[in-house]
């Protein structure tokens, strides 16, 4: 079984950086893609950036291109979403997603999910 545990939220201030890990355990990263989505009160679940576990290949959607960065360290089990120059409006909890199957941002294709952490960005 997948377990996935979201860390690293908080407030910051707008233009601000922060780094969110994802902890996996039950599957090795090699197995499945990873996504990040996103949720702000009432909006749907948005995808910021996806890697595929195999090979590093990353996907983003223009809204967070050139400011959000997805990484991964395979021994460590672990998947991280950098995010720079942050705006209120990036203001969400943020969730990491697993799937076994391609990279994508649709929140459907995904398999399993983590409890979410808070980012606000705020002045």
């Known amino acids: 079984q997948v377990h996935l545990a979201e860390s690293g939220g908080g407030l910051v201030q707008p233009g601000g950086s922060l780094r969110l890990s994802c902890s996996v355990s039950?599957?090795?990263?090699?197995?499945?893609?990873f996504g990040w989505f996103r949720q702000a009160p009432g909006k749907e679940r948005e995808g910021v950036g996806c890697i595929r576990g195999s090979t590093g290949v990353t996907d983003y959607p223009d809204s967070v291109q050139g400011r959000f960065t997805i990484s991964k360290d395979n021994d460590a089990n672990m998947v991280y979403l950098q995010m720079t120059s942050l705006k209120p409006e990036d203001t969400a909890v943020y969730y990491c997603?697993?799937?076994?199957?391609?990279?994508?941002?649709?929140?459907?294709?995904?398999?399993?999910w983590g409890q979410g952490t808070q980012v606000t960005v705020s002045s």
């Open positions: 997603a697993a799937v076994w199957g391609p990279c994508g941002l649709r929140a459907s294709m995904y398999d399993d």
């Open positions: 039950g599957v090795t990263l090699d197995y499945r893609a």
